[in-house]
Every structure is written in C-alpha cells, then in structure tokens.
C-alpha cells in the first residue's frame, strides 16, 4: 500500500483516535452558523481500516504518542489523518516566497491570501509550476485516505496566511449554503508554530488529539462537514502561512478548467516583445491595502519595509517634479520605481513594487545560496564579478502610505533570520530571478497545451513531452 510517503521515508500516516464517547454529550453546540445546521447523511463510503498502527511516524510528537498502543481510529467518527513530512522544506520555502511576493489582502481582517486566479491574473501565472506537484500528492492523500470511489475535484487551492489579531471560532467548512459543495479539506502548514508565530493552534471540537501544533510540512486532511468542528485560536505574533486546498465532489465547483481560461487568455496573449514577459502586474490597489486598527498599510510596501528595504523614484536629481502632486501616491507603486535600502539606492529600475518586491523576496528565500556563491566564487581563479552601481541620494523615497510600526508588529516575523545583506549578492539574486521566472515561464508555455486538452492541471511528465515532441 502506498499511499502517500513523506521525503525522505514512507507513509507517515498518524491517524488521530476519535474523542472519547462520554465526553461528547457535555461538549456545548457550535456558535457558528454550524448549529442549526441538520445533520447531513455522509454520501461517502466511510474510510475502512484507516492504517496500520505501525505505519505511525517516529516522529510523531508527544501529543501523539499516546495514541501508539490504540487501536486505528473508529471509522467514519471523525474522518481526520494528520501527514507529518509531507511537504520537503524547500517546498514550502518556495511556497512561502510566492505568498510573500504575490499575496493581497484576505477574505478576513488580518489575512493575506493568494488564490490561484490571482496569481494568473496578476501577471504570475508561470508560479502556479510549484503547486501542481503538490496538489497531485493531497488529491491522491484524500482519496486514498476517504477511501473513494469517486472523482474528486479541487475547488480551491490557495496560500493563506493569519497575522497578529486573527482566529476563527467553531465552525465546518462547509457551514454555508455557498460553500455546501466541499467535501474534503486539506491544510499543509509551511511554517512553525512557535519559531514563526505564536497562537494559531487548530482545534478540534471532538476527536483526540483534539489540537494540532503546525509544523512546517505536516498536512492535515478533515472531511468538511460537521464531524469535524474545528477552531484556531488568536495569532498573537508573527504570521502563520498555510496553504489551504478544499475538494469537492462536484464537477462543477472544479476550479482547473475556470484556471486554464484564465491562463490561456493572460499566458499566451501577453506580448513575449513588450517586456519580459515574466515581470509581475499589480492587481489594483486597493487589493493591497491591509487594514487595522483604523490604520493600515500596502502589503506591497509593508514587505518590502520590514526586510529593511523602500522603494524610490525611477528618476534622479529632479526627483521631486516626477512626484505627482495631485494622484495619489499609491499609483506610483504601479510605476517604474528602485530599490534603496539605508544610503544606498540600487541601479535597476524595476516595472512596478510587484516586481522588486518578487526579487527582494526572490533575494531572501535563496539568501543561504547567493552567500555560498559569493564566497565559492571569490576562492576559484576565475571569480565572477556582478557589477553593482549604488547610487547615494539618488532617487527620492517615495512618499507611500504605509504605517511602518504597523507593518512591523504585522508582518515583522518573531523569527527574521539574520542575513548580512550584500549588494553584490542581491544583484546575483536579481539574475537568478530572472533565470527562475524564465524557466518557469517555459514550462507553463509547454504544459499549458497538455493542461487545455485535458481540462486539468496535472504534472505531466517527459515522457508525454517526448511523444508530443515531433508534432
Ligand atoms: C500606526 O498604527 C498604530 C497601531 O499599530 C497606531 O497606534 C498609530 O496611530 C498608527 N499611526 C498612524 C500615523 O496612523
Ligand atoms: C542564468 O542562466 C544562464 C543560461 O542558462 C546561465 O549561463 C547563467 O549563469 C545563469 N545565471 C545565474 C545567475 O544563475
Ligand atoms: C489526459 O487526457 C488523455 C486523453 O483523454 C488521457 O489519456 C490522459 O490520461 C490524461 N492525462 C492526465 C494526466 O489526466
């Protein structure tokens, strides 16, 4: 039986024990729309004989050890599995600069999503490439876990990320008329609990354990309904990303065919002449606007601030005039605009903040790397040199709305690692950036036939790339 294996080891499943039977009846009803809900019969044949217990990682942390000697869960109770290691950390490394980079504000005050059709629409449909593995490996997980013997359709696949202020009470996923089609939900945690923010602990109304600590790669998977009442309590600090895939039985609620018109539309219209084609396009602004406390700040901005970064004016001396007086400046952001960062302001001139904001994002997700080429580079005989012209007072800082104390209790992570920026390293990013987009765009422009003619979004593999070759 292979279900699903984690990196490096087999399957790791960790089937958690259902809650126990006496404790239900004191349990209070739901405060969500959830309670009047009827009950609703369960269309899906019950997962069978979950896992062997044997199967458990060793891993698994001490909340779960107690479940050891257990039987497997009682099927069909609480149809819930946790998957530790499921995602290799340099996924969710990848994940995490496309959330950072891309991300608008949420369906919720103090949360910052990145659906799938926003990335298509804002330019980025080429950094879908890092999701269409994973969404493979938690359909197979579901089906495989529930058990079914039906089709199984993604309906949402999105990065989400809850700040300082945000938690949710007891609910279901599927606990309004709108959402009745999900079945099946999915939460891949891409940081930790506890190094990355504080709070943010999922609970269960019944079931045990009834909490679960994110761990970075660790996957939780829940049918939707109301035999799983869940909760997560206040972010108190830092900001808890998750990557949240809900899946549904019905056709209709498929989001890959609405993803591929849309892609299809923006990915092979663009005019590949015009600019490089790969280069970000702000959605409008208002969908970066971070609201809070009767305050805000642009995300856009807010990133780029707490990584110690501003943006500036594309022109020089006479920087003031290039200044309008009477647009707001927030338009300027979707303008050619610099980076600067302290004294310095850096040669390039970036399209729009979504494209410098990518690469300084670019910049600190491949830090680690960019280092250890410095450094391979200045012992080799033939070393490589990246030229950088910094500028001092060249380009004005923009005047932005941003509220800078704001952005730092928001986005200013309880764990920012210490990196000891170099110039010279974030030009070589600044070309590695380019290098990634690149081959990524060449893959979406190579898949996107293959994804159009099934009507999904798949991994498709070289040897169906070969047959297709001499066409
Ligand atoms: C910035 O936000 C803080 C809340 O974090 C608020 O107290 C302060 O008044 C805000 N400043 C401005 C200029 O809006
Ligand atoms: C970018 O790709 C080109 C061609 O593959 C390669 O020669 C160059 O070294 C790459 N640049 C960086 C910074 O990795
Ligand atoms: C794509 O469609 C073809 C023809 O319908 C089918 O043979 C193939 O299995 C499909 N591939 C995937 C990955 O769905």
Not at 8 to 19: A, I, S, T, V
Not at 194 to 209: A, M, N, R
Request: hydrophobic residues 35%; charged residues 20%; negative net charge.
């Amino acid at each position: 039986m292979t279900l699903c294996s984690g990196p490096n080891n087999g399957p790791r499943y960790c089937p958690l024990r259902p809650f126990p039977f006496l404790l239900l009846s004191l349990l209070t009803p739901p405060v969500s729309a959830s309670s009047n809900r009827q009950q609703q019969p369960w269309a899906s044949p019950p997962p069978q004989g979950v896992l062997p217990v044997g199967l458990r990682s060793p891993l698994a942390p001490p909340a779960m050890a107690s479940t050891t000697a257990s039987p497997p869960p009682a099927a069909g109770d609480h149809p819930r599995v946790l998957l530790r290691g499921l995602l290799s950390r340099e996924t969710c490394k990848e994940l995490e600069f496309v959330h950072r980079s891309c991300g608008a504000a949420g369906y919720r005050p103090s949360v910052v999503s990145t659906s799938l059709p926003h990335l298509a629409a804002t330019g980025c449909g080429h950094l879908l490439l890092p999701f269409v593995p994973v969404r493979e490996r938690l359909r197979d997980a579901v089906e495989s876990f529930f058990d079914c013997l039906f089709d199984v359709f993604i309906e949402f696949t999105g990065l989400i990320s809850w700040c300082k202020g945000a938690s949710i009470g007891w609910h279901s996923d599927d606990n309004k008329p709108y959402l009745r089609q999900r079945a099946f939900t999915a939460v891949c945690y891409l940081n930790n609990h506890g190094e990355d923010y504080k709070g943010g602990i999922l609970q269960f109304q019944d079931g045990d354990p009834s909490s679960i600590v994110p761990v970075a790669g660790d996957v939780v998977i829940y049918t939707a309904d109301n035999r799983n009442v869940h909760c997560v309590t206040e972010v108190t600090e830092g900001e808890r990303l998750t990557l949240t895939l809900w899946f549904t039985r019905d056709r209709a609620y498929n989001e890959d065919p609405k993803l591929l018109t849309f892609l299809s539309q923006t990915s092979l219209s663009c005019e590949p002449t015009k600019q490089k084609f790969y280069i970000p396009m702000p959605a409008s602004d208002n969908m970066y606007w971070f609201s809070c406390d009767q305050s805000g700040f642009d995300i856009r901005c807010a990133r780029v601030h707490v990584l110690g970064f501003s943006f500036h004016s594309s022109s020089g001396e006479y920087s003031t005039s290039v200044l309008p007086t009477e647009d707001d400046p927030v338009e300027l952001l979707g303008k050619q605009l610099r980076l600067g960062r302290g004294d310095d302001v850096f040669d390039k001139i970036f399209s729009n903040s979504l494209h410098a904001l990518q690469v300084v994002q670019f910049y600190y997700w491949k830090a680690p790397e960019l280092a250890a080429r410095r450094e391979q580079s200045a012992v080799g005989s033939r070393t490589v040199r990246y030229p950088v012209i910094i500028h001092h007072s060249r380009g004005t800082e923009l005047p932005l709305p941003c509220n800078h104390t704001l952005a730092q209790t928001i986005f200013g992570s309880v764990n920012t690692a210490e990196i000891a920026f170099k110039w010279n390293d974030f030009a070589l990013g600044v070309a590695m950036w380019e290098n990634y987009s690149e081959d990524l765009k060449k893959q979406l422009l190579t898949f996107l036939p293959f994804w159009l003619s099934n009507e999904s979004i798949f991994v498709v593999d070289s040897s169906e790339l070969q047959r297709a070759e001499p066409i």
